[in-house]
C-alpha cells in the first residue's frame, strides 16, 4: 500500500483541512465496503484511504510526518496500516492515535531511527506499561428523515476486548505484573555508544515493562482476547451531515491493564430528494397552479415528518418567493426547538384545456392590464 497519505488522498502537501476533509470523504464513499462487497482491493484502499486521512486531520502527526515520514509512526503512534489490531467486521479498523502527543510521536521515531530518547531521557520512567488501548472509527449514511427523528444504529465488529479473567494484566492470579527489574518498568534499556545513547526493547520483559512469571491461559499474557462485539449507538435526532458520536471506552482494549480507547462513529445524510437542508430550517419547491397565485387560495403540504398542513396562498403571489411555515424544520440542539419550513414557489402551467377555458383566457389576455402587469 501507498504509505505517503497526501497521494493516498490524491491532496498536494499545502493542503487545507477542508480540501483534504473533501478528498477523504469523496474516497471513502467511492471504496466503501458497503458499495463493493466481496471486493478485497476496494477493502484495501479503504483501509488505506482512512489511515492516511487520520495522518492528515490530526495537526500533531501531519507535522510529524512532514517532518519525519513513514517513520514518524514506527512505534505504533499513527495510523499505519501495520500498526495491528483486529479489524471490524467488514474491514472496519480504523487507528485514530490512541491519545499520542507529539512528544510521544517524536520519541517513536527517534528510536526508529536508533538514538535514545529525545530531551534528556525523560522516558525512563515513562514506558509502554498501562498503554491505553486504540480508537476505532466506523461510518453510516442515514436519510434525512432518520436526521430528523433520530434512530438507533448497530454496529457489530471483531475487535480485542479486555480479557475477563486477568482484568487486563496478562496474569495468571488476575493482578499487574511486578515492574520488570531490569529496565525499571520502561519497557528500554539503554547502552551508550560514544557520545550517543541508543535504546532498545528490554529483552526481559520483551519491551512490555512488566516481567509475568506466570501468563494468563486465556490470553497468554497479552491482557486481550479477540471478541465478537455489538454496540448500539443512539444518533440523535437533527443531527448534522459530518457529524462525529463518541463512545468513551468502547475502543480496544489498553494493555498492562490501561485504558480502553474510543469508538467513533462518522455519520453522513443522504441528500433528500423533497427537502433542502439549511441548518435547522427546511425548504422544499412546489409548483402551484397559476390561479391560485393570482386568486389566493390554500395548499395541502406534507411536511417531513408525515403530516399535512394546510397552507395560505396571498393573492398576487410571484414565482420564487417563499412562504414559511414556522417549526416544521429539523429539530435543534435545545430541546423542543424546530427551524422553520420554507416553501418556494413555482407555477403549475395546465398542458390541456377545454374549449371554455381557452376561450377565459383569450378574453383575459385581450384586456388592459394595468402599468405593472397583471399580477
Not at 92 to 116: Q, S, T, V
Not at 286 to 299: S, V
Amino acid at each position: 500500500m501507498n504509505s505517503n497519505p497526501y497521494e493516498v488522498l490524491g491532496v498536494a502537501r499545502d493542503a487545507s483541512d477542508a480540501d483534504i476533509k473533501k478528498a477523504y470523504h469523496k474516497l471513502v464513499m467511492k471504496y466503501h465496503p458497503d458499495r463493493n462487497p466481496g471486493d478485497k482491493s476496494a477493502e484495501d484502499k479503504f483501509k488505506e484511504v482512512n489511515n492516511a486521512f487520520d495522518i492528515l486531520k490530526d495537526p500533531q502527526k501531519r507535522a510529524a510526518y512532514d517532518r519525519f515520514g513513514s517513520a514518524a509512526f514506527a512505534g505504533g503512534n499513527g495510523a499505519s496500516a501495520g500498526a495491528g489490531g483486529n479489524p471490524f467486521g467488514g474491514g472496519f479498523n480504523f487507528n485514530m492515535g490512541g491519545g499520542a502527543g507529539m512528544e510521544d510521536i517524536l520519541r517513536e521515531a527517534m528510536r526508529g531511527f536508533g538514538f535514545g530518547d529525545f530531551g534528556g531521557g525523560a522516558g525512563a520512567s515513562r514506558g509502554p506499561a498501562d498503554r491505553r488501548g486504540r480508537d476505532l472509527l466506523d461510518e453510516v449514511v442515514i436519510d434525512l428523515k432518520d436526521a430528523y427523528f433520530g434512530k438507533t444504529h448497530t454496529v457489530k465488529f471483531t475487535s480485542n476486548a479486555q480479557c475477563e479473567k486477568c482484568h487486563g494484566y496478562g496474569t495468571a492470579d488476575g493482578k499487574p505484573a511486578p515492574t520488570c527489574p531490569k529496565c525499571g518498568g520502561s519497557g528500554y534499556v539503554r547502552m551508550q555508544q560514544g557520545f550517543f545513547a541508543m535504546e532498545t526493547p528490554c529483552p526481559e520483559c520483551s519491551g512490555t515493562g512488566h516481567k509475568i512469571d506466570k501468563k494468563c491461559t486465556a490470553c497468554d499474557g497479552t491482557g486481550a482476547t479477540a471478541k465478537l462485539r455489538t454496540l448500539e449507538v443512539k444518533i440523535p435526532a437533527g443531527i448534522e451531515d459530518g457529524a462525529r458520536l463518541r463512545l468513551a471506552g468502547q475502543g480496544e482494549a489498553g494493555t498492562n491493564g490501561g485504558p480502553a480507547g474510543d469508538f467513533y462513529l462518522d455519520v453522513r445524510v443522504r441528500p433528500d430528494k423533497r427537502f433542502e437542508r439549511a441548518g435547522t430550517d427546511l425548504i422544499m419547491r412546489m409548483d402551484i397552479p397559476f390561479t391560485t397565485l393570482a386568486l389566493g387560495g390554500e395548499i395541502d403540504v406534507e411536511t417531513i415528518d408525515d403530516k399535512t398542513l394546510s397552507v395560505k396562498v396571498a393573492a398576487g403571489t410571484q414565482v420564487g418567493e417563499r412562504l414559511r411555515v414556522r417549526g416544521h424544520g429539523m429539530p435543534g440542539r435545545r430541546a423542543g426547538s424546530f427551524g422553520d419550513l420554507y416553501i418556494e414557489i413555482g407555477i403549475k402551467i395546465p398542458t390541456k384545456l377545454s374549449d371554455k377555458q381557452k376561450k377565459l383566457l383569450a378574453e383575459f389576455a385581450e384586456t388592459k392590464p394595468g402599468k405593472k402587469g397583471w399580477f
